[in-house]
């Protein structure tokens, strides 16, 4: 168990709707990434929140939009979703953010969008 | 552009039958190589960092090598249980602890 949570575990939905998926990191950790991991593209970064303030971008649709709270949970918002968008969804938490920090990933949300 | 190319894409061994994973990668500036281990439809799980090359980095039937190009995940005498996908990945030229992640390595240890 990495300590990072994710909810839920599965989510069914349709095409052109809307999904949150959450994020609670480990204890102490400021940093928090999502990920999107499908069979033919691999792990892919998102985007990276520390201590409530966006850092970096990755490849995210503009669909796609997330933030981070004071208690430094997270939430991925997905909308007008898409049959491509289903996939793994992982966040992963790191203390600070630095390059040299190992992150450590939750147990991820599966989406399937119909 | 960093680039993160790992192989073989699958193997598939006996149990006790050693062999090695490759990661290669071409990023300016290393900050560091991570290896995980993930299980199917499971979070991908941290095995190790290395900083520089030459270093080594050993876990129960695992090492990890690193040199100026590419890491070697080992694997000795290995057991069903290893059985999963190993990624590597590096950080991004960025300067923040954004990965770029390979494909992955499937492994099968077939008993």
């Known amino acids: 168990d990495s300590g990072v949570t994710q909810t839920p575990k599965h989510l069914i939905t349709a095409t052109g709707q809307r999904v949150t998926l959450r994020c609670s990191p480990r204890?102490?950790?400021?940093?928090v990434y999502w990920y999107q991991q499908s069979l033919d593209q691999g792990l892919q970064f998102l985007i990276h929140?520390?201590?409530?303030?966006?850092?970096a971008k990755g490849n995210i649709l503009e669909r796609f939009s997330a933030q981070q709270f004071p208690d430094l949970h997270s939430e991925l918002n997905l909308s007008s979703l898409e049959l491509g968008d289903s996939a793994l969804y992982f966040c992963?938490?790191?203390?600070?953010?630095?390059?040299?920090?190992?992150?450590?990933f939750g147990p991820g949300t599966r989406l399937l969008v119909l | 552009e960093d680039q993160v190319t790992q192989s073989p894409e699958a193997l598939r061994l006996q149990e006790g039958e050693s062999s090695s994973l490759n990661c290669s990668y071409t990023?300016?500036?290393?900050?560091?190589l991570f290896w995980y281990r993930q299980d199917p439809g499971k979070g991908p799980e941290f095995l190790f960092t290395l900083y520089s090359a030459g270093e080594e980095k050993e876990k129960e039937r695992l090492k990890a090598t690193l040199t100026k190009k590419e890491s070697f995940l080992h694997i000795t005498a290995p057991k069903p249980e290893d059985s999963a996908t190993y990624l590597c990945?590096?950080?991004?030229?960025?300067?923040?602890?954004?990965?770029?992640f390979g494909k992955g390595t499937m492994l099968l240890v077939s008993p």
């Open positions: 204890s102490g950790d400021l940093s």
């Open positions: 990023v300016s500036g290393l900050r560091g």
């Open positions: 992963a938490s790191s203390a600070s953010g630095g390059a040299w920090e190992t992150q450590y």
């Open positions: 990945a590096v950080p991004r030229d960025s300067g923040y602890s954004t990965l770029t």
């Open positions: 929140y520390y201590n409530g303030e966006e850092r």
